[in-house]
T-cell receptor
């Protein structure tokens, strides 16, 4: 079945450091890929997405590129801020019978210190 | 615009007690609805999904059940809670035309003691 493997956390960085959170996937077809973010005490919000190979999703300074050859979708940001502290989830979705089911990774907790 | 509401935000229940968590969506019709659980130190696990009124699919065998009595209402229930039911429960919706994007509620943190 489909699965998503994420970099183990927690990750602690200083403000303005570079960030990479690794994500790899296994899927039988051609999934869409997502990064969701969960701020403290809140539900999940979509951060960015990519629907086909070589697509780059971007939002709030974060980027991730859909790499079919390495089955990866790593999340990157050049300069993190304290407000980026959250849990980040990589996910994939394959269409099935009109219901779009998401498969999530275990999440990576990111803490940015001033 | 569409909004999703979950309640309660937090809940502390004794083992063996019943459970009812409610989720409603506004501003859309015939959404796909989902219940996820996030256990401590683990990722999100899809519990149930529904593509229409009275249509429920279960992803994993468990102590919980779900119902969809109205188009935009999704209820998660249990007759007798177990300690292992503790976790963060998230409701989500998708309109089937938004290219797989799901929109999540704020979640309910359930502690079973």
């Amino acid at each position: 079945g489909d699965s998503v493997t994420q970099m183990e956390g927690p990750v602690t960085l200083s403000e303005e450091a570079c960030l990479t959170i690794n994500c790899t996937y296994t899927a039988t077809g051609y999934p869409s890929l997502f990064w969701y973010v969960q701020y403290p005490g809140e539900g999940l919000q979509l951060l960015l997405k990519a629907t086909k190979a070589d697509d780059k999703g971007s939002n709030k300074g974060f980027e991730a590129t859909y790499r079919k050859e390495t089955t990866s979708f790593h999340l990157e940001k050049g300069s993190v801020q304290v407000s980026d502290s959250a849990v980040y989830f990589c996910a994939l979705s394959e269409r099935g019978f009109g219901n779009e089911k998401l498969t999530f990774g275990t999440g990576t907790r990111l803490t940015i210190i001033p | 615009s569409q909004t999703i509401h979950q309640w309660p935000a937090t809940l502390v229940q004794p083992v063996g007690s019943p459970l009812s968590l409610e989720c409603t969506v506004e501003g859309t019709s015939n959404p796909n609805l989902y219940w996820y659980r996030q256990a401590a130190g683990r990722g999100l696990q899809l519990l149930f999904y529904s593509v229409g009124i009275g249509q429920i699919s279960s992803e994993v065998p468990q102590n919980l059940s779900a119902s969809r009595p109205q188009d935009r209402q999704f209820i998660l229930s249990s007759k007798k809670l177990l300690l292992s039911d503790s976790g963060f429960y998230l409701c989500a919706w998708n309109d089937g035309n938004a290219k797989n994007i799901q929109y999540f509620g704020a979640g309910t943190r359930l502690s079973v003691l």
